[in-house]
């Protein structure tokens, strides 16, 4: 099971970027997928999560209505739309997935696999 992340950068404030998951190996017990980032000296934040194989999808308030989580099953594809970024948003940002089936939500426990993160810088 390998996830890898891409897609990040820099950018300026005001900015957009699209990251991208791809997802390799068994993954049929993935029950949703998620973003994280971490910024230096800070602690890792759940941004967006999305069910695999559905439509739902939930956010962190202080990302909600600037980024968009969505998913291409066929390719085994996550992806998440950044819009409207600003300093605050720089970080490297991390895809997981979970095989939990009783909980939803944006928990970095709850999640069991990780990518090796994208580095994204607003400026």
């Known amino acids: 099971v390998q996830l890898v992340e891409s897609g990040g950068g820099s950018v300026q404030a005001g900015g957009s970027l699209r990251l991208s998951c791809q997802a390799s190996g068994y993954t049929r017990n993935w029950r949703y997928m998620g973003w994280f980032r971490q910024a230096p000296g800070k602690e890792r934040e759940g941004l967006a999560a999305?069910?695999?194989?559905?439509?739902?999808?939930i956010y962190a308030a202080s990302v909600k209505g600037r980024y968009t989580i969505s998913q291409d099953n066929t390719k085994k594809m996550v992806y998440l739309q950044m819009n409207n970024l600003s300093p605050e948003d720089t970080a490297i940002y991390y895809c997981a997935a979970s095989t939990r089936a009783a909980v939803w939500g944006l928990s970095s426990t709850d999640f069991d696999y990780w990518g090796q993160g994208t580095q994204v810088t607003v400026s």
């Open positions: 999305i069910l695999t194989g559905a439509t739902s999808t």
